[in-house]
């Protein structure tokens, strides 16, 4: 505000012409650390002082923590409550003013020796919300014209009442802020993740004897299922899918991990899954810090046979669609989840697809799902809608429909585990013979 503005106004009219300026100062300001700096000099100006300062409150810390000082080349300074003046204004929440700073056994000479700055009076004032919470002090130091008197501090609280309302304005904006950028990292986690995963289908489209389709659904932005499918060689195809005993960013950190180490050991060891995973099993062992495990269903198919060997991990048993139709769950060597056991042998079985068969995996956020009425999708619900599907149906078809059944199912209820399903359909070299006829 321009001093000829208030000159000729009587003291009281020009303090309330003040406060009218303090508001529309700090009502266009929202970002923090430029808040504290207008707050710093508005105060300033308005108690016709040398210097103020402001500090805001650390409880967690029970600190008071000195963002901006006005003249001080000192970026933070931190006071326990307490200790100083400023310090004993946040313990009894109340107005301390000092005449004669260098006779108060309060006040600490520190700070004028590192500036150079003389302090001579000091009016030190709580900032504190309608509900009671301690937001920060407010200090101003040497009046222009002598000691600050009764109706100072009532000023000050005045303008107190002001920085309040604007603290708490810009705590909530930057608490916004934060959540919006969390939200941000959060999307492009999911995105990087979702990267890590194969979602162009057909998955293979050179080579006809194959036919797979994937889903997935996280439960949070991120999250900890796994699946990924890979040539070997021009006959067989490798195929994981894999849980994570945790949601969020960690259980997409380890999910990487582990897809990574499964499809480099999976290369390295062709002749035999079960020892792919004895090798991701033990490579997990040594490096969880965080003592998570993962369970996981893997196999390679042979494109010219049909025939998958399999090995498994503790993962929900997968289902077969039979040329005919019907359904039929796996009855699988069964072996436990990898990253438990610094060395397990994990067994190896074989499985028969003919022309038109289907492997069907899923996680266990798909049989699990609930609705509103903490009802479970369980295996009969898999099982369900797969029959109702009948013979012939596609890899996408199946996949789709049964991710669609299971949303369906669960309706309005919160999504409790990511759901993914994978499904490998054969179709024989006979297939691959018609397509390139």
């Given at each position: ?6 000159h ?37 100006r ?42 004993m ?7 301390i003013?000092?005449r ?5 056994p ?19 004032m709580?900032i ?37 309302l604007?603290?708490?304005?810009a ?7 934060q ?10 986690a ?7 995963l ?6 293979f ?14 439960a ?16 067989r ?6 849980d994570?005993s ?9 999910m990487a ?19 792919t ?27 010219q046979?049909?025939?998958v ?45 003919n ?9 266990d ?8 009425d ?64």
């Open positions: 505000m321009a001093t000829d503005k208030l000729g106004l009587t003291d009281r009219d020009r303090k309330l012409e003040i406060l009218l300026d303090i508001s529309k100062s700090l009502g266009q300001e929202v970002q923090l650390d430029r808040l504290l700096a207008i707050m710093v000099a508005e105060v300033t308005a108690m016709e002082a040398e210097r103020s300062s402001l500090l805001l409150y650390d409880e967690s810390r029970n600190e008071l923590v000195s963002k901006v000082a006005e003249g001080l080349d000192v970026k933070e300074i931190r006071v326990p409550v307490g200790s100083g003046i400023a310090g204004t946040a313990q009894t929440r109340s107005t003013n000092v004669d700073a260098y006779q108060d309060r006040f600490n000479p520190d700070y004028d020796k590192k500036s150079g700055f003389h302090t001579r009076s000091i009016l030190s709580p504190i919300n309608q509900k009671g919470r301690l937001l920060g002090i407010v200090q101003v130091l040497n009046k222009d014209s002598g000691p600050f008197t009764a109706e100072d501090e009532a000023f000050l609280q005045a303008i107190c009442i002001h920085l309040g604007a603290l708490e304005r705590e909530l904006v930057e608490s916004y802020v959540t919006q950028k969390l939200q941000q990292s959060l999307q492009l999911r995105e990087i993740q979702m990267g890590l194969p979602k162009k289908f057909p998955a489209p050179g080579i006809a004897e194959i036919d797979i389709h994937a889903c997935i659904t996280p949070l932005d991120v999250g900890g299922d796994l699946y990924d499918f890979f040539l070997l060689d021009d006959k195809v490798c195929f994981v899918i894999g994570v945790d949601k969020g960013i960690p259980a997409a950190l380890f991990m582990v897809r990574t180490a499964f499809k480099i050991s999976a290369m390295a060891v062709q002749d035999c899954i079960a020892t995973l004895r090798t991701v099993n033990r490579f997990l062992f040594e490096n969880n810090e965080s003592q998570m495990f993962v369970t996981m269903f893997a196999g390679v198919i042979d494109l046979t049909g025939m060997e399999y090995s498994d991990g503790g993962h929900e048993p997968p289902y077969i669609v039979r040329s005919s139709g019907a359904v039929e769950m796996l009855e699988k060597e069964g072996g436990i989840a990898l990253g438990f056991m610094d060395d397990f042998d994990f067994p190896k079985g074989k499985l028969q697809l022309s038109g068969e289907s492997l069907v995996l899923y996680t956020g798909v049989n699990e799902a609930m609705n509103v903490s009802k479970m999708f369980k295996t009969s619900g898999i099982v369900d809608t797969l029959l109702s599907l009948g013979n012939g149906a596609s890899a996408e078809r199946q996949a789709t429909t049964l991710v669609r059944r299971v949303h369906e199912f669960a309706a309005s209820a919160p999504q409790s585990d990511d759901i993914t399903v994978v499904v490998l359909r054969y179709c024989g070299p006979e297939q691959a013979v018609h397509s390139s006829a």
